[in-house]
Structure formats: structure tokens, C-alpha cells
């Protein structure tokens, strides 16, 4: 309820503000008059009343009618005569519009612990229903939803999942030569994925992009120990010419240990980072439990599934049997002989290099080096940002600006948006910055959503240089930002960061010529771009200056005096009511144009003690000054907030390098500098990722020790992971992405991809090794047993991450890091690691020849020993069984007799 004041009546009725707040509160109050006839334990009444008053007033007309002075003739003033009354707007600081038509912005956000999708639908589901009940010429649209690209880049995940699918199987099928064979390991694939979403379930996780990326990088991982059992099978029946079942039982054997060293090897890889915590730990627990889990389903699928359907499936090798051969056979039958030449021609290559020492230690030193290197140039970063298809257009128009001016500003840049094709609805907020969340006359903000992915030819980059092009002479200083890259998680894309003023005095000039100065020297860094902060402290003011010995002459409370121009200028509200439900306050102030200009101060009054209405310029006078709109604190300091942008061809991790560069070289003492949102958590991550990949190597090391029950063979595995992380940063590098959290994740899993094909070709080699074979002959023969599963896992791998690599669309960024870092790892260490895996396993093993660290210490591996304690248990059982049985025959056959 407004009740707009006319100080010039007020002034003929010799009436003050003050009067009428006490006429209101006087005449429009709830009353408890109580009850007649209650009891009161003297005498009976027959019949009891509640007494009731209307309460407050809910009604334009019952406050108009509100009697504010009256006299023994009957003469009244009542507030229709010295003011207008009417249901209005309790805020008039904000103009709203949509696609340039007046509208009413509602901002949602969810509360901790909801699902965002979750929370989503139910509010759509509730417009839907209140649109139903909506006045004809009313309608809804939603302007921003996180869910669209959410779901955008759940669905872009879903069919990169079917396409790594499909590839896998292709290369499986290549390799393994019939559709039966591909068929095993293929069933493996969703067997492990079921029970991946058992274990995602236990653990709490839901469906989201890192558990999504987690399972197509886990297609190629999961077919890896069904794959090398079923090659494994081929090969025992082809040498040996067993049949499968008998292939099977010889097979496990061999190998079942291996698929335990592998398991329990890449387990440990994902383990360590479960246990993170952070922003950052949320990634790398929901990737580490998925990837965890998936392996681990997939090794009891290889040790349980698959010898089984091995057996059913597979049929023996029959010799002189002739088919004939089509078009796909004599392919394969290419391939089979091609890749037979390939291995002779890398064990030749062995030959000549496994001896040779210095060769295998300078190649790992050139590796490093090229780490070292390539991990200078590569840029940075926290969490990429990607085209979520909506812009944040930052308005600010010179301070003093009205709030029409702002607006002008805002629908100019809409008629701007409207041209372009991209650009689906715009959504206006003139007095409202949504980054800082503040509020004032010279602050706008756009909200610009663009068409689905599909139907625009421009990125969300594209568009905002079009609009910085098109936008450069509105007036006023308009800044393009994306949302942020985790919906939430900061108020924006880009960087954020407060300046803080930490001397003992406040003198906010000297602040803001601080800020400006700082914000001159980030501008001439070429990292930044899109720099801007709201803090100014030239905003034009008026200072009021009483003389109070005038002010006392004339009889004026100084007090009295101010508390009117207050309601009068700035308003006050001390009541309410309740209409419709609602609870409505009631806003005392002077109308709108008896406080326009400074000089309409001149014409307001105040009444002294006397009765008498004294003019305000009688002993009030007006300074005209600068100082700051709004003043904002940040750990209890003076702050100015900064916004900015990474410039074209730097991450956010360069920008931040850049600002603390140039705060240490420009801030005065007494200065410093505070992140905020994401970069909160990116600049005080420092050198995190390191650490992370100490942890982990520090528990495959330990894994592995007890594995081999040595501390110098696991040193094989080890030693052979700089190759791939070299190949990762270079795919990176051409690829044109940045080390970020999507990066490091990859690059985590090439840990364990990667040491897994170290785990075969030393498992194989120990095996060889205690069977009499000389170091020299183990290692060249398990290199050379083990080097068709290795590249038939690690191409299947691969294939299933291209999918990722050449990713468009929503979400398509993080698909092409995590991709790139995979691919460009697992190739360049797949292709050189079996060159190098061997060099190194010679050496070591060469190194603990005839040592023991313990007497009586086995040289087995303890999944191995496992295995064969396991295998020799069955053989036992067997026995036994077989004994029974036959004990059994033969009292049955003496009974008969």
C-alpha cells in the first residue's frame, strides 16, 4: 500500500510526516477487545459474547479515509486530502523485461543436498499447472535453465557412448578374426556396467557428466581382461590344438593371475583420489568410484563369465578344413598375416635393444625432459568452460545514471540481440547486476539464451565478439560473461576476485583511485580481457549541513527534522496487513515529483514546537560531493569487486598467474587481493595435481611390491608411465586444450591403462623366468606373447575414446580434454611402451637375480600363487570326488555280489 505524500498540503493543513505515521498507526491497528459474559465464578450468564474489531485496514479507500486531525466544529483533514493512496509496487528500482515486453523475473535457486534435475522438472511441472489459472493476457517462459545443457550434454555423452560402443567391437572383431569371439568380450560390456550402477547406487552417486565420461572411457577398460582371456584361449588352441573347454582350464592358468596383478594395480590407481575432498574431490571421487567399480566387475567377469562362455561359444581349430573365403575373410586373414610380420619384426627389434641399458635410461630421460618441457607450455586451467548456450551482458551506464537510462541501455542492446540469428530470448534486469548481486540506478544486466546447439552456425565465443562489435557505442560499459562453468559454483565464467583495502583508515577516494590504478595495470596484461568492477567513488552526492544554532532558534528538533525528511525522501514502513493471502506492507513517502531535483529540497518543511512549519533551507544547507554508491565488505575489509575474462588463447590459470603478478608488482602496502567462486578454489589449489599423482604412484609402487614381493621389479611398471603422460600433454598441446581437472583425470586412468600393459608383459616374463627360461629369453618371449592382447586392448581402448576427441556441441570440451588426454597417452605410450617395458624389466630383474630380502623368500607373484594354490585346491577336490565316486562303484558291486 503507497501512500504518496504532498508535502505543499501538508504544509497548508500545518501537518508533519510524523502526524500522520501516528494517524495510521492509531487507526489501523489489530485490536483484542475480549469477550462480555464470560465467567467469572460469582454469577451465572446465560449467554457469552467474543468481541471483534476489523482489524487493520486492506483497502485503497480505508486508509484514504484515516482521519489525521479533527477539531470540535467537526472539521477534519483526512489523508485523501494531503496524500494519494493506492495498491502499488513495493519496489520501484527494477525494471523487468522480456524479449522487450514488460515481464516479472523470477530467479530459483536449489537448495544443498537437491538434484538440480530433480528440482527442475517439479518447477516446470509447477508453471505448467499455475498457467492454467493464469489471465488470458499473462504467460511464462523460462529464460535460463541449467538443465538444457545438462541434458544436452547428457545426451551428447549417451551417443558418444553408443559410437565407443560400436568402435570397440569393431576392433575386437579385427583382432580376434569371428563374430563369436568379438561376441564374448562384448557381453562383458553391459554385464560390468550393471554392475557399475550397483555400485554407483551404494555409494550415493547419480547419473552425471563425470560418472557418464567415467563409463565410455570404462568401455574400452572393461573389455581389456576379457579380451586377453579370450586371445589367450585362441592362442592355447591353436598351438596345442586343445578344444575350448580344455583351452580354458590351461588358460586360467596361465593367465588368471595376471587379470588379478591387473586388477588389483588399476584398483589402487583410483582408490587414493576417492578420498579427496574439495570441490575439486568431488570429480575425482564420483570418476575414482565409477572407474573402481566397473574394473572390478569386469575382472570377476573375466575370471567367472567368460572362460564360461568361452567353452560354449568358441569352436576348436580344425586342420585341413578349407571355407570358403568372402570378401571380409581375406581381409582378416591380411590383417592376421600382417600383424604376424609386425611381431617378428618387433621381436627383432628386441633383440638388438633389451640388452642395451643406456639406451632404455635415455630414452626415459628423454621422456622426462619432454615433460618437463611440454608441461611449460601447455596452459593451465581448473574446469573448461563450454558453450552453455546463454550470455550474461553486464550493464554500466555512468555513475548517476537514472534507472531509465539504464533501461534505455538494456532494450538498445535486446533490438541488437534480436538481429542476430543465434540468439533465441533476452531477458532484461535495469538496476539489478547479477554477478555482484547488488543493486543501483547504473547497473543492468542481460540474460541472452541462444537456440539448441544444433540449429545456430556460431559458438557462444562467436556470438559474444559479434555483440562487443555491434554494442560499442551505447553509452555505457557493457561486459559479455558466460555462466559459470559448475551451475552454482560462482556467479559467472572467467575470474572473480576482490581488492581489499587492509589499512587502519577508510578513505574511499583513495580506495578507488587504488582500484583504478590496479585495474589500469591488468588491462595492459595480454592474459586478461573483459575487465571490470562496479566500486567508484565518484557517484554524485548532495551532504546536508544543519546549523544547529539556527535549527534551535527556530524551534526545530534536529531529530525530529531528520526522521521527516526520511520519510518524506527516503520512505519508511512500520505496518502491513494481510490481502490475499499475503502479507502486504504499507510504505509512507512524498510522491514522486516533490523529490526530483535538488531544489525541490528547498520547498519541504518541518513543524517546530510551536506548531509553526519551518522551512528546511532556514537552517539546512546542501554540499555537493562524490563518494561510492554502495560500500561492500569482504572478510570484514573495504572491497572492490573485479570481474574478467581470460584473454583468446589463455585459461584461467594464466589469468590468475597474471593478476597475482601484477598485485604484488602495483598494490601499496596496506592492499591485497581475495578470489572468490571458482577462482577461489583454482588459485589455492597451487601445485594439488602433483601430489595427487605422488599418492597414487606411491600405491600401485606399494601394490605391486607385495604383488612381486620385490621393491625394484614394480619400479618396470613405474618407469614406463612417463612415455604416455608425454603423449598426453602433447594431444593436449595440438588439440589446443589446457591441463585442467578433465586433463589430470585422464591422465590418472592412463596410470593404470598403462601400467596394465606393463603387468602382462612382466607377469608373462616371471612365468617364463621360473620355468628355467634365461632373464634375456622371459623377456623377449612375454613381450612377444603379450604383444597382440596389448594392442588389441589398448586400440579398443582408443577407438572408444575417438567419439570424445572429435566431440561437438554441448558439453564438448570436457569431451575433447578427457579424450585427448586418453588418446594421446595410451597411443604414445601403447607404441613405445612395449619397446621400452622390456629394456626395463631386463634390467631389474637382472638387478634382483639371486637376491632375497627374507630367507626362504618365493619369487612367485602372490596372485600367481593365488591362482595356483586355487587351481591345485580343484585338482584336490577333484581327486577326491574322483575317488569317491569310484569307492562307491565298488561297494556297490560287492553288495550285488
Request: hydrophobic letters at 45%; glycine letters at 8%.
Amino acid at each position: 500500500m503507497r501512500v504518496w505524500l504532498k508535502p505543499d498540503r501538508m504544509r497548508a493543513y500545518k501537518i508533519s510526516a510524523e502526524e500522520v505515521m501516528e494517524a495510521l498507526a492509531e487507526q489501523s491497528l489489530i485490536a483484542r477487545p475480549g469477550r462480555l459474559g464470560q465467567s467469572s465464578g460469582i454469577d451465572a450468564q446465560a449467554f457469552e459474547y467474543v468481541l471483534i474489531y476489523q482489524g487493520q485496514f486492506s483497502e485503497p479507500d480505508q486508509y484514504k479515509n484515516i482521519i489525521v486531525r479533527s477539531n470540535e466544529k467537526g472539521e477534519q483533514v483526512r489523508i485523501r486530502d494531503i496524500a494519494e493512496v493506492e495498491l502499488g509496487s513495493e519496489f520501484f528500482d527494477i525494471y523487468s523485461t522480456m524479449d522487450g515486453k514488460p515481464s516479472a523475473s523470477i530467479v530459483l535457486k536449489q537448495t544443498v543436498g537437491s538434484n538440480a534435475s530433480d528440482v527442475i522438472a517439479q518447477v516446470k511441472e509447477k508453471l505448467k499447472e499455475l498457467a492454467e489459472v493464469m489471465p488470458p493476457s499473462i504467460d511464462y517462459k523460462v529464460s535460463y535453465d541449467v538443465s538444457t545443457f545438462l541434458n544436452a550434454s547428457t545426451e551428447q555423452v549417451m551417443h558418444t557412448l553408443r559410437d565407443a560402443f560400436i568402435l570397440v567391437a569393431l576392433v575386437v572383431f579385427i583382432f580376434l578374426g569371428d563374430w563369436r569371439s568379438t561376441l564374448i568380450p562384448i557381453i562383458a560390456v553391459p554385464v560390468s556396467m550393471i554392475g557399475t550402477f550397483f555400485i554407483m547406487q551404494m555409494f550415493g552417486l547419480s547419473i552425471n557428466l563425470i560418472t557418464l565420461f567415467a563409463l565410455v572411457l570404462s568401455i574400452g577398460i572393461v573389455v581389456d581382461n576379457a579380451i586377453v582371456v579370450v586371445e589367450a584361449v585362441h592362442a592355447k588352441m591353436e598351438l596345442e590344438h586343445l578344444a575350448p573347454y580344455n583351452a580354458v582350464q590351461a588358460v586360467m592358468g596361465e593367465i588368471g593371475g595376471a587379470i588379478i596383478a591387473i586388477t588389483l594395480m588399476m584398483v589402487s590407481v583410483f582408490i587414493p583420489i576417492a578420498f579427496m575432498t574439495g570441490p575439486v574431490g568431488v570429480f575425482y571421487r564420483q570418476f575414482s568410484i565409477t572407474m573402481a567399480g566397473g574394473i572390478i566387475i569386469s575382472a570377476v567377469v573375466a575370471l567367472t563369465l567368460t572362460p564360461v562362455l568361452c567353452a560354449m561359444m568358441l569352436k576348436p581349430h580344425v586342420d585341413g578344413h578349407v571355407k570358403k573365403r568372402n570378401l571380409l575373410d581375406r581381409f582378416l586373414a591380411w590383417f592376421n598375416k600382417g600383424f604376424e610380420r609386425l611381431t617378428g619384426g618387433y621381436v627383432k627389434i628386441l633383440d638388438r635393444v633389451v640388452a642395451r641399458r643406456a639406451l632404455t635410461f635415455g630414452a626415459l630421460i628423454v621422456f622426462c625432459g619432454g615433460i618437463y618441457l611440454s608441461g611449460r607450455v601447455l596452459p593451465a586451467g581448473f574446469i573448461p568452460s563450454e558453450d552453455q548456450g546463454t550470455i550474461y551482458a553486464i550493464i554500466q551506464t555512468p555513475p548517476g545514471s537514472t534507472l531509465e537510462t539504464t533501461n534505455k541501455v538494456a532494450h538498445q542492446l535486446t533490438q541488437i540481440c534480436e538481429e542476430i540469428p543465434e540468439v533465441e530470448s533476452v531477458s532484461s534486469l535495469a538496476g539489478y547486476e547479477i554477478m555482484t548481486e547488488g543493486r543501483g540506478s547504473n547497473a543492468g544486466t542481460c540474460l541472452i539464451d541462444l537456440k539448441p546447439w544444433h540449429d545456430r552456425h556460431k559458438d557462444v565465443h562467436e556470438v559474444m565478439a559479434e555483440l562487443e562489435l555491434k554494442t560499442k557505442n551505447l553509452g555505457a560499459v557493457i561486459e559479455y560473461f558466460e555462466p559459470p562453468a559448475v551451475p552454482g559454483f560462482g556467479s559467472s565464467g572467467g575470474f572473480s576476485l576482490r581488492m581489499l583495502d587492509k589499512t587502519n583508515g577508510t578513505d574511499y577516494h583513495e580506495f578507488d583511485r587504488v582500484n583504478k590504478e590496479f585495474m589500469a595495470a591488468l588491462a595492459k596484461r595480454k592474459e586478461l580481457t573483459g575487465l571490470f568492477t562496479f566500486y567508484a567513488a565518484n557517484y554524485p552526492q548532495y551532504e546536508i549541513k544543519i546549523d544547529n544554532q539556527a535549527a534551535m532558534q527556530k524551534g526545530v528538533s534536529i531529530g525530529k527534522a531528520m526522521e521527516n525528511l526520511n520519510i518524506l525522501i527516503g520512505s519508511t514502513y512500520e505496518q502491513g496487513f494481510i490481502r490475499f493471502g499475503r502479507f502486504f506492507k504499507v510504505y509512507v513517502q512524498s510522491g514522486p515529483e516533490y523529490r526530483r531535483y535538488p531544489s525541490d529540497l528547498t520547498a519541504l518543511f518541518v513543524k517546530n514546537e510551536e506548531g509553526e512549519m519551518v522551512p528546511y533551507s532556514s537552517f539546512m544547507r546542501f554540499e555537493k560531493s562524490l563518494g561510492p554508491n554502495e560500500i561492500t565488505r569482504y572478510n570484514m575489509y573495504n572491497s572492490a569487486a573485479i570481474r574478467g575474462l581470460p584473454a583468446n588463447g589463455f585459461t584461467s590459470g594464466d589469468a590468475i598467474n597474471a593478476i597475482k603478478e601484477v598485485a604484488k608488482e602495483n598494490l601499496p602496502r596496506g592492499y591485497d587481493i581475495a578470489w572468490e567462486g571458482l577462482s577461489y578454489d583454482e588459485a589455492g589449489r597451487g601445485n594439488e595435481a602433483i601430489y595427487i599423482f605422488l599418492v597414487v604412484l606411491i600405491f600401485v609402487y606399494l601394490v605391486l611390491a607385495a604383488q612381486y614381493e620385490s621393491f625394484l621389479l614394480p619400479l618396470v611398471v613405474i618407469l614406463s608411465l612417463p612415455v604416455g603422460v608425454l603423449g598426453s600433454f602433447l594431444m593436449l598441446k595440438l588439440m589446443g586444450l589446457a591441463n585442467d581437472v578433465y586433463a589430470q583425470i585422464g591422465i590418472i586412468m592412463l596410470i593404470g591403462l598403462l601400467g596394465k600393459n606393463a603387468v602382462l608383459i612382466v607377469e608373462f616374463a616371471v612365468q617364463k623366468q621360473r620355468a628355467g627360461a634365461t632373464i634375456l629369453e622371459a623377456t623377449i618371449e612375454g613381450a612377444r606373447a603379450r604383444f597382440r592382447p596389448i594392442l588389441m586392448t589398448s586400440f579398443a581402448f582408443i577407438a572408444g575414446l575417438i567419439p570424445l576427441v572429435i566431440a561437438t556441441g554441448a558439453g564438448a570440451i570436457g569431451n575433447r580434454t578427457i579424450g585427448s588426454s586418453a588418446l594421446g597417452g595410451m597411443l604414445v605410450g601403447t607404441l613405445v611402451g612395449v619397446l621400452v617395458i622390456p629394456g626395463l624389466y631386463y634390467v631389474f630383474a637382472t638387478m634382483i637375480k639371486g637376491r632375497k630380502l627374507i630367507k626362504d623368500e618365493a619369487d612367485e607373484p602372490v596372485s600367481e600363487e593365488f591362482m595356483r594354490r586355487d587351481e591345485e585346491g580343484m585338482r584336490y577336490r577333484e581327486t577326491v570326488r574322483m575317488l569317491t565316486g569310484r569307492m562307491r562303484e565298488l561297494l556297490k558291486r560287492k553288495k550285488d555280489e
